[in-house]
């Protein structure tokens, strides 16, 4: 299972980016997928999810400036960042689940870096 992030870059405070991701040499679909974010020095902290069935979650500090969507068909997701911050600085990473496999596959990060 590989998965591979595209997307990121440099932004303006206020202005807009877009993740993207998709599985590659996985024929069946991920249960969850969706984006965690780090930061030097600190943990990795999931950013947002989406489920096959399309059910999504943010984290707080995202919710309402982010949102994820996805093609569960083809094992793509996207994430929109609006209204960036500063603090949205970060390296993001692509994950993925798969139902009954208790571990998380991950993308190689791509770097947003948002200026004020």
């Known amino acids: 299972v590989q998965l591979q992030a595209s997307g990121g870059g440099l932004g303006q405070t206020g202005g807009s980016l877009r993740l993207s991701c998709t599985v590659s040499k996985y024929i069946v679909t991920m249960y969850k997928m969706g984006w965690y974010r780090q930061t030097p020095g600190n943990e990795r902290e999931l950013v947002a999810s989406?489920?096959?069935?399309?059910?999504?979650a943010y984290a707080e500090s995202v919710k309402d400036r982010f949102t994820i969507s996805r093609d569960g068909w083809n094992n793509a997701v996207d994430l929109h960042l609006d209204s960036l911050k500063p603090e949205d600085t970060a390296v993001y990473y692509c994950?993925?689940?798969?139902?009954?496999?208790?571990?998380?596959?991950w993308g190689k990060g791509t770097l947003v870096t948002v200026s004020s």
């Open positions: 994950y993925g689940e798969i139902a009954g496999i208790n571990r998380l596959y």
């Open positions: 989406i489920t096959s069935a399309g059910a999504t």
